[in-house]
């Protein structure tokens, strides 16, 4: 049973263009969400991340869209670069579950130029 | 200067042997843990350790040992190693387990042949 599930295995787009990485869970428990960026040969680094009291949060062009109600979220990633290219994990926590982080499968973006 | 170190960063190993990959933490935090990441699963949570004692385990097999001789390391030692043991062992910490955010290593990729 996958937990956190991410919807796309894969997205590509344009540079400039806003990519939106989507997510969604099904443990209701879940009030922590982070996002991960992973580039190739390297560990996964937190992004941004959101709790779920909030509906929004923005760091720079990165901002999540949160959705209790519909156990859902997104990542949209404005003006998206070739730099942004990588690999994205949402993930989840509950502060039930001693905390411990349930990762969704990714989702690898590419950003053209 | 890298706040988690592991060692190696590559390994190669044979069917039936046995390695200990290590992972160092100079974050001053107080728990760890261990993920694996293949195609096939693509970030498995496998131990927690909080103060140095084991808080969670998720991994079937009793061939991976996690060793904490030091607060700030978390050493994998796995036996009997398969080539389904493949995949790259990824390193965390957290201030406690308490804590959402996890700070990941770069990783030791393991290849068993």
């Known amino acids: 049973q996958q937990q956190v599930r991410q919807s796309s295995q894969s997205l590509t787009v344009w540079e400039g263009e806003t990519a939106i990485l989507n997510c969604s869970y099904e443990?209701?428990?879940?009030?922590?969400f982070p996002w991960y960026q992973q580039f190739p040969g390297e560990g996964p680094a937190l992004l941004i991340a959101?709790?779920?009291?909030?509906d929004k949060k923005e760091d720079g062009r990165f901002t999540i869209f949160f959705n209790k109600r519909e156990k859902n979220l997104s990542l949209h990633i404005k003006d998206s670069q070739p730099g942004d290219s990588a690999t994205y994990f949402c993930a989840a926590s509950a502060r039930t579950g001693g905390y411990k982080v349930v990762f969704g499968s990714g989702t690898r973006l590419l950003v053209s130029p | 200067d890298p706040k988690i170190i592991q060692k190696p960063k590559y390994l190669v190993a044979v069917t039936g042997s046995e390695k200990i990959l290590i992972c160092e933490q100079y974050?001053?935090?107080?728990?760890m843990y261990w993920y694996r990441q293949s195609a096939k699963k693509p970030l498995e949570f496998m131990f927690s350790y909080s103060y140095q004692k084991l808080m969670d385990n998720q991994t079937a097999s009793s061939r991976f040992q996690p060793q904490s001789s030091k607060k700030n390391h978390l050493d994998l030692q796995i036996t009997a190693l398969k080539p389904d043991d493949s995949a790259t062992y990824f390193c965390a910490s957290s201030q406690d387990r308490y804590q959402d955010t996890q700070y990941f290593g770069p990783g030791t990729r393991l290849l068993v042949l």
């Open positions: 443990n209701s428990a879940f009030d922590y």
């Open positions: 959101i709790r779920s009291v909030s």
């Open positions: 974050l001053g935090h107080n728990a």
